[in-house]
């Protein structure tokens, strides 16, 4: 354990590694990588409607769980951590769960091209890109950034590097711009401009967070099922995870709600309020007719300290901690505030999480944190020229 860690005694009350075990999941049910084949439902998920009809098969799945040791933890409680940040190299992360279905619908529709929007170092427009040109797919993405760098080449960092390696066409929108016009407007805008063309897009939301996109996370939660049931892991009392566009919050949240699991699950919110993505999660279950409300099946708290990819000396100091305590590495955007967020309850509510055994799910973005390196270097340290005598 290396020294002068803070975790829990760093965070203010109310203010602010073992080995990987896999699980003896039949995957012979999932088609050959980057073919498509047919998917059927979990058994209690067969009343959602609608049900999607194929799948591609994008990420190496299932992704493992083990135990999580994180220090000072309130007494007799066990973490333990679902690696959807091993679901892929390029295509690291939970996005990928999505895409599966998502691109399958494109293929389906004929489509030639798929657009898709985020900010600048979106892990889900990194993860489009890919995938889609995995399927010979051209991919448009629209890109928020500040007005003082829109008329400017945005450069490799992060997620760009790979978005520009795989020849994504990159179309830059100011903040003010995304604000006035929002997500729908600006990807409607854009379809037209390419059908014009004679293109065939297909519009991928914020996230791939659609009713479509959430069966990616219904089908996590009948993953963990067959983990819990193989032995992989114990049946969890808790459910952690960052909440950015609800889709991959939703999905979890219903499959946990309709499986075996029912776990009580905490979602981590890292952009807007609670309250939005209570309404927003909620138009996404009625779009399957789930006959559920999204305030019955997961707790969402507010996490995202100075906004959304804006991160705290503390934030950083955590992740920076945890790397080194565990050798699991968070994203500064999502996880990380995830975590920070799930300490900070710790902190106040010793009581609750006392003896609970936890699920945190690491839904990845690695490439985010190369954004931060000016944040992150003072953090670091761990340097000196060798002495050679």
């Known amino acids: 354990m290396a020294s002068g860690l803070v975790f829990f005694s760093s965070i203010s009350p109310c203010t602010a590694s073992r080995p990987m075990a896999r699980a003896s999941i039949d995957e012979k049910t999932r088609p050959p990588m980057l073919s498509k084949g ?71 529709q004929g489509a030639d091209c798929v657009i898709t929007i985020g900010g ?11 995938a889609a040109r995995y399927l010979d797919l051209d991919c448009y993405l629209i890109l928020r950034t500040s007005k003082s760098l829109v008329n400017e080449d945005p450069g490799l960092v992060g997620n760009l590097l790979v978005e520009r390696l795989v020849g994504a066409h990159v179309e830059l929108v100011s903040k003010e711009e995304y604000t006035k016009h929002g997500s729908e407007a600006l990807g409607d805008m854009l379809v037209e401009k390419l059908r014009a063309q004679g293109r065939k897009p297909y519009l991928i939301p914020v996230g791939g967070s659609n009713s479509l996109g959430t069966w990616g996370y219904i089908s996590a939660a ?78 969402l708290v507010d996490a995202k300290g100075l906004g959304y990819a804006l991160s705290s000396t503390g934030e950083l100091e955590l992740v920076k901690e945890i790397s080194e305590a565990t050798g699991v590495i968070l994203d500064p955007v999502y996880s990380g505030k995830a ?51």
């Open 120 to 130: 600048i170092q979106s892990n889900h427009c990194r993860a489009t890109a890919v």
């Open 38 to 108: 047919a998917f059927s439902p979990p058994d209690w998920a067969k009343h959602l409607n609608p049900a999607p009809s194929s799948i591609y098969c994008l990420a190496q799945l299932p992704s493992p769980i083990h135990r999580w040791d994180l220090p000072n933890l309130p007494a007799d409680t066990q973490v333990w951590i679902k690696r959807d940040d091993l679901t892929g190299m390029q295509l690291s992360g939970n996005k990928v769960r999505k895409l599966e279905f998502l691109l399958a619908e494109a293929k389906l």
């Open 339 to 389: 975590l920070h967020g799930m300490v900070k309850d710790m902190v106040c509510d010793a009581k609750y999480w006392t003896g609970k055994k936890v699920l945190f799910i690491h839904t990845g973005g690695l490439l985010g944190m190369f954004d931060k390196l000016q944040q992150i270097q003072p953090l670091t340290g761990n340097w000196r020229r060798m002495q050679i005598m």
């Open 222 to 299: 009948q993953e963990i099922e067959q983990q819990i049931e193989a032995g992989t892991c114990p049946r969890f009392d808790e459910i952690v995870m960052a909440c950015g566009s609800g889709g991959t919050t939703a999905g979890l949240a219903l499959g946990n709600h309709l499986s075996m699991i029912k776990s009580k699950v905490h979602g981590y919110t890292v952009c807007d309020s609670p309250d939005y993505f209570y309404d927003y999660i909620q138009g996404l279950l009625d779009g399957l007719h789930a006959q559920v409300d999204s305030r019955d099946i997961v707790r």
